[in-house]
């Protein structure tokens, strides 16, 4: 099993809790910093709660701001909502959608100070900017300050309450997921989730003047009824891929970030253990609430259709949701998928020990969107 890749040791990114609040940073460290499990990361946590204190200022100074009241008693324009499972496509398909004028979205810009950054002074941003790489250290895409990011890295940042906290401590993973992402027979935390979320997506929206939010966020798959809830007119476009693609890309994701980022050790087939068993719980949990979507408002498409039809997909999508606007973006869809055409995507072949365990367990995907087993 690889437990390693070379882009971790040659992109140097930030710890994703930098810019996070102190008081959550503190609750985290308490809780799983002084675990046995967590005492290798002792200056990790030393370096995060420091830096947690530099943001104070920034912190306390929007909370009290005009803008933020603004934000919070102003309903946001409906969302159009990406979901799927991770290394599914969702980026690219988010990256495409993204290009369309009409569309705002969250960026790494809202994910560092995601309590700041209606009122964070554009010197701060200049010199945070400064600080991040230009490819992602899980695949090398492109990526940058002002890209389309996911909800979830601010989420991380701002609530306990946050699915990628399962990668900071892998050991607890599991508990982590049912919490944050399936709320399993715990309804305060979904409670907290979305009261979170909805004060996001309030200053998130004032931000982006107002425009209609193109949102991806993998988690939210799991969580319609949550999101329905906050916006019941929202759109949702689900991409799906061949599992046993997801498989190995999945297994490397993990492997990288836990490796990057793991506030805590675990061995590899518990990772394994792990994400397997999330795909079944996302995918499944998508399965049973997705009728509750109107009929009008939800799209499935493959990323294999996207990635060999980019332009018939796109315009599915458009029609189907019944979005405007597809003829004024496609010039900008297409310089896109220009600039990507020379992107390199890594290989994920399996072997067959891996074929049987993918079909073990995500067969029931495979089914349902019709997708033959390899050999």
């Known amino acids: 099993m690889e437990s390693k890749s070379s882009r971790t040791d040659s992109i140097k990114v930030p710890h994703s809790l930098t810019g996070g609040s102190s008081d959550l940073i503190l609750k985290l460290f308490l809780k799983h910093g002084l675990r046995p499990a967590g005492w290798r990361k002792l200056p990790t946590w030393g370096s995060l709660l420091l830096n947690s204190l530099t943001g104070v200022p920034f912190r306390w100074q929007e909370r009290f701001s005009s803008r ?29 959608l993204t290009k369309d004028p009409q569309f705002g979205y969250l960026t790494m810009r809202h994910c560092i100070t995601p309590n700041s950054f209606l009122t964070m002074p554009d010197f701060i941003n200049r010199k945070l900017a400064a600080m991040m790489p230009d490819r992602r250290p899980v695949d090398g895409m492109k990526m940058g300050w002002d890209f389309p990011q996911e909800e979830e890295f601010a989420l991380e940042r701002m609530t306990d309450v ?23 027979q715990n309804p305060a935390a979904a409670t ?23 949102l991806k966020n993998p988690p939210n798959t799991a969580r319609i009824p949550q999101l329905l809830h906050l916006f019941p007119d929202a759109k949702f476009v689900f991409i799906v891929r061949n599992p046993e693609h997801v498989f190995r890309s999945t297994r490397n994701l993990w492997m990288n970030v836990t490796q990057l980022l793991g506030l805590t050790k675990t061995t590899e087939e518990n990772i394994e253990q792990n994400f397997l068993s999330f795909y079944t719980a996302l995918m499944q949990k998508y399965l049973a609430d997705r009728d509750s979507i109107p009929a009008k408002n939800l799209v499935e498409v493959k990323f294999e259709d996207l990635e060999n039809a980019p332009f018939e997909t796109l315009q ?11 003829e004024t973006a496609k010039p900008l869809f297409k310089e896109y998928i220009q600039e990507k055409s020379g992107f390199q995507k890594s290989a994920h072949q399996l072997d067959p020990a891996e074929i049987e365990l993918v079909q073990n367990h995500w067969g029931f995907a495979a089914k349902e969107w019709g997708y033959s087993r390899e050999t």
Do not use: M
Request: aromatic fraction near 12%; include cysteine; hydrophobic fraction near 35%.
């Open 68 to 96: 933020r009241a603004k934000a919070l008693t102003t309903k946001p324009a409906p969302p159009l909502f990406v979901i799927g499972h991770w290394r599914s496509g969702t980026t690219h398909l988010h990256n495409l």
């Open 162 to 184: 946050s699915y990628n906290h399962c990668y900071l401590f892998p050991d607890r993973a599991k508990e982590l997921f049912r919490r944050s992402v399936t709320f399993d």
């Open 192 to 214: 907290k989730w979305s009261a979170e979320y909805h004060k996001l997506i309030c200053r998130l929206s004032l931000d982006q003047e107002g425009k209609t939010l193109c």
């Open 316 to 326: 599915s999508i458009y029609s189907s949701l019944e979005l405007d606007g597809f």
